[in-house]
């Protein structure tokens, strides 16, 4: 009996070994080795910034494309593409950096306060039940979805302003934290040369007016900015401003034209307008002598003047003349004294 259910157990598991073989090869499903090497070389994040599921999406996009234009992995890098681009046989896409932009700027001291929120310190969570705790509907939260949600630890709530900071050196352009901000203010952006960036740090779109009550660093949409700009990078909708940093040449010119400090610009060196005013003072003394050289390097002007030097006492010449003519004037007067005398002697001879 032993031996009999020994037999027929085997037979029945190589009749299922040959099923799930013939299986097997009927529905065989080709995965490309490729794919494999790609997803080995990727950082393994999995944020899913590149716009795909995972890693493993985006390996396998990368296989399936013709060209690597338009796909990035923002974790990576350009080094990283330039590997998957080595295994593939074709050419890395090139991509500017990006970098997360909080673009709001409403903080503690613009945006006072008038309620208190108890409920769950979320922003999805509080943003369904009302405003906020201040005036403006529009901007941050603050109760860190943004934090929660990025795994660099490339941002933070700054105590002091209640807002969140980001770490550039940390961030790498996932869009994790854009994803989270149920109030759309956190934006990639390009992050430009040296790291500089000029943007308006604020998506209120109520009026001017409003706005500001609400925030006193809220854009009031006056569109100054927008005449200022020569390169048509800024367009004034919904009452608030924006900046398109494929069109912004960092001229910083709207930075000085805003009225309300809603423009930002980030890592730019002081400004040289300044220094100039302030020394301006200072040069004109020390510029002073310079049109004094010129005067003292022009010896055709003494030459003139040593010329003119006989002429002078032509001049006196006259005045001489004009001493002899009173001579005879004062010898008129001795004249008068003659008769006189004269007088004196015929008093005598009386």
């Not at 369904?128 to 403006?136: A, K, M, N, R």
């Not at 933070?156 to 770490?167: A, K, S, Y």
């Not at 004034?236 to 401003?241: C, D, P, Q, T, W």
């Amino acid at each position: 009996m032993i031996l009999i259910a020994v037999i027929s157990l085997g037979a029945i598991g190589a009749i299922g070994a040959v099923f799930l073989y013939a299986a097997s090869k009927k529905f065989e499903v080709y995965e490309d080795p490729r794919i494999a090497q790609v997803q080995e070389v990727l950082p393994g994040a999995n944020c899913g910034g590149c716009g795909y599921p995972g890693c493993g999406g985006f390996a396998t996009a990368c296989v399936k494309a013709d060209t690597l234009d338009g796909l990035l992995c923002p974790v990576g890098g350009a080094p990283v593409m330039g590997k998957v681009a080595a295994i593939l046989g074709k050419e890395a896409a090139s991509a500017e950096p990006m970098v997360a932009v909080v673009r709001c700027n409403g903080t503690c001291a613009a945006r006072p306060r008038t309620n208190q929120y108890d409920g769950v310190k979320s922003c999805a969570i509080a943003s369904t039940l009302y405003g906020g705790e201040t005036g403006c509907s529009f901007g941050c939260l603050g109760y860190g979805d943004c934090v929660a949600a990025c795994n660099f630890d490339a941002i933070h709530i700054n105590l002091e302003t209640g807002l969140p900071n980001v770490d550039e050196d940390k961030c790498t352009s996932c869009g994790a934290c854009v994803k989270a901000c149920p109030k759309n203010i956190i934006e990639l952006r390009k992050k430009g040369p040296k790291s500089r960036r000029v943007f308006v740090s604020c998506v209120n779109k109520d009026k001017g007016g409003v706005a500001k009550k609400a925030c006193a660093n809220a854009c009031i949409g006056c569109g100054k900015c927008a005449k200022e700009c020569a390169f048509e990078a800024i367009t004034v909708e919904n009452n608030v401003a924006y900046i398109d940093y494929t069109k912004c040449r960092l001229c910083r010119k709207c930075v000085a034209a805003c009225p309300t400090g809603a423009i930002h610009e980030l890592n730019f060196p002081p400004r040289k307008e300044a220094a100039p005013a302030v020394n301006a003072d200072k040069v004109k003394p020390a510029t002073a002598p310079k049109p004094a050289a010129p005067k003292a390097d022009a010896p055709k002007t003494e030459v003139p003047k040593a010329e003119a030097k006989p002429e002078a006492p032509k001049a006196e010449a006259p005045k001489e003349e004009a001493s002899k003519a009173e001579v005879p004037v004062t010898n008129a007067t001795p004249k008068a004294e003659t008769p006189k005398v004269e007088t004196k002697e015929e008093t005598n001879q009386k």
